[in-house]
């Protein structure tokens, strides 16, 4: 059975360029023109991913995606946005989006991320129980879930596979190209920016004091390092 995606975009232009790309690569397609129909439709129907633009009418990008979120539909999705703006990225991003694109976009490099999300979020992994500890963090990779004391954390599902990892090698120096090929699943140069608004994400939600991270540390020049906190 193809895999199917759901392309939301206001812009006939842009959903038919997509459509014959999407369709050509091998998946089976599905158009929503407003954030209404976009919410109805992933609500009702199974899809492996959504590609999602920002400026809908009706209901925006952010508000389709907090609203699915919210619902726990977890299809993942993969933001549009004509804006280069980092603020709606972010806030993509925080909100649950796997990944944005800004407009205008190569079709391949869509296929390509498109193919990257899917990959990662199918691959199939022996199930861990093991609660996995660092500091006052606690990890539970069943339930996906973080707790950082008693409490239990607000965390997206690319926050937690990457903090995830990050705990998994701790004492490791990570570059950003590494992050995004293991947690993201890219095989190609895609934008390292993506890995810095996650690590700064997950440092307001672990981190006593951002500017003093105990967990989280930025090597200068190379990447980010995962260190156990001193006592």
């Known amino acids: ?6 392309i939301v975009d206001d812009e006939v232009s842009i959903v038919t360029l997509l459509t014959f790309n999407i369709e050509r690569a091998g ?3 599905d158009v929503a023109y407003d954030g209404a129909i976009a919410v109805e439709k992933a609500m009702t129907n199974e899809y492996d991913l959504m590609v999602l633009d920002l400026m809908l009418p009706k209901m925006d990008g952010l508000e389709v995606c907090k609203y699915l979120r919210q619902n726990k539909i977890e299809t993942p999705i993969l933001m549009l946005t004509d804006k280069d703006d980092e603020f709606d990225k972010i806030i993509g991003l925080e909100l649950g989006a796997d990944d944005y694109l800004t407009k205008p976009f190569s079709p391949k490099e ?3 991320i498109i193919k990257a ?3 990662k979020t199918t691959t199939k992994k022996e199930p861990s129980f093991e609660t996995i500890q660092i500091g006052e963090l606690h990890i539970f990779p069943e339930k996906h879930e973080v707790t950082i004391g008693e409490e239990l954390l607000t ?3 690319k926050e937690f596979e990457l903090l ?3 705990v998994e090698h701790k004492g490791k ?3 950003r190209d590494q992050l995004l090929n ?3 699943n890219y095989d190609f140069a895609g934008d390292t920016r993506i890995v810095d608004v996650h690590i700064s994400r997950l440092r307001e939600k672990i981190e006593a004091d951002t500017k003093k991270p105990v967990y989280i540390k930025t090597i200068r020049g190379l990447g980010y390092k995962m260190e156990e906190p001193a006592i």
């Open 110 to 112: 869509v296929v390509a």
């Open 173 to 175: 120096v990570l570059s």
């Open 1 to 6: 059975m193809k895999q199917k995606i759901l």
């Open 117 to 119: 999300i899917i990959r």
């Open 27 to 29: 998946f089976e397609t």
């Open 182 to 184: 293991k947690v993201w």
């Open 155 to 157: 965390i997206t599902r």
């Open 164 to 166: 995830q990892y990050l």
